[in-house]
């Protein structure tokens, strides 16, 4: 992306991991793009389970820079991965970006909600 038009605003690092979840976060960041003033989050993920990856789907909860949840928003964004093909030990989403609207979100909590695996 344009570094003049994308201002990073936070990096995103996982801090909690479920041991039976096959995908964890290489790096991630959040982005504000200075054209539309929406807030962008980017996210490298990785397969760490035994199986290839078909779909992940995501809930993303919006945080304001304290860490809590922004009350103006009714629940949390939910953003698919879908028709990927992910190898084990192999990375996605890197070149997709979420859309999380303009507004204040500075930070946010990420719940794999659903994968499907290649059997």
């Known amino acids: 992306m344009n570094n003049e038009r994308y201002l990073r605003l936070s ?44 779909q992940v789907d995501l809930q993303i909860f919006r945080l304001d820079l304290a860490g809590d949840t922004i009350p103006s928003f009714e629940g949390p964004v939910i ?3 879908q028709d990927i093909d992910v190898e084990v030990h192999k990375t996605f989403g890197e070149r997709e970006a979420v859309d999380l609207g303009v507004n204040s979100t500075r930070q946010v909590r990420i719940v794999f909600s659903k994968i499907s695996l290649k059997m």
């Not at 990096?11 to 790096?27: D, L, Y």
């Open 79 to 81: 953003y698919t991965f």
């Open 11 to 54: 990096e995103i690092k996982q801090t909690k991991w479920v041991i039976s979840c096959p995908v964890e976060i290489a790096k991630g960041a959040l982005l504000l793009d200075s054209l539309t003033k929406s807030v962008i989050l980017q996210l490298n993920m990785r397969n760490v389970g035994q199986k290839k990856i078909r």
